[in-house]
């Protein structure tokens, strides 16, 4: 048993640093495409496509890749349960309010450019996440943060945030995907390099999302 726990501690470890390698990857790329490729970003830019441009990239800087970095913060770090406990509430809450920002550039764009909002599947994915994610936070706040119920519905409630977290992050990589498409469909992209750019993007946030899903799964057996 002890072998066993090793070898899925190793596997978590391997997983995790996997994780790493492709959020930032994915973040790297992201900046290549939006600052070589498109026209930069600025949220209170006159330039309605700068101001859009800060809408993908915090979404999968500010909103992905901190949700995936809390989720491994509170299974993977070998650390006291309150320290990990405390990480884990304080890189969500950066990932909503980041993600939010996010909205409001995309909203903010739309504005400019008089089109209708919550007109695509991206976007209804899109809100159903952040708000489900929203939720998912308050709830942990006052069930696991604040004590503000018992200890055996605390055990009660574990695996169902736990399931919640996991299914809100696929929603999100979900979500950056029917986006990055979405967006190449809209400017023509076929076989340019920037094209293959976007479709890196996409492979790496969705390895992101896979290694931390297992990483976490795995730790759950150290």
């Known amino acids: 048993m002890i072998t066993g726990g090793r070898e899925h501690h190793g596997s978590a470890s391997r997983l995790t640093v996997a994780a790493h390698l492709c959020g930032v990857l994915s973040i790297v790329l992201m900046l290549v495409w939006l600052l070589h490729y498109r026209e930069g970003m600025e949220f209170d830019s006159d330039n309605a496509l700068r101001v859009f441009n800060v809408h993908p990239f915090l979404m999968v800087f500010g ?5 995936g ?10 650390a006291e349960w309150q320290v990990r406990k405390v990480t884990h509430m304080f890189l969500h809450i950066i990932a909503f309010i980041l993600g939010v920002v996010g909205l409001c550039a995309v909203f903010k764009f ?13 976007s209804w994915i899109g809100i159903g996440t952040i708000s489900l994610f929203g939720c998912q936070w308050l709830l942990g706040l006052f069930t696991f943060m604040i004590g503000a119920t018992s200890r055996e519905a605390r055990l ?3 695996p169902w945030h736990i399931t919640g977290g996991r299914i809100i992050l696929f929603m999100a990589v979900c979500t950056a995907l029917t986006g990055l498409m979405q967006k190449a469909v809209f400017l023509e992209l076929k076989h340019e390099r920037e094209a293959r750019l976007v479709n890196f993007i996409a492979v790496f946030i969705l390895l992101f999302g896979i290694f931390v899903d297992a990483s976490v799964s795995l730790a759950h057996y150290v």
């Open 156 to 158: 009660r409630m574990a």
């Open 63 to 67: 909103f992905i890749f901190f949700s």
């Open 69 to 78: 970095e809390a989720m491994m913060a509170y299974k993977t770090v070998a």
């Open 110 to 122: 739309h504005n400019m450019q008089e089109i209708e909002d919550m007109n695509s599947l991206h």
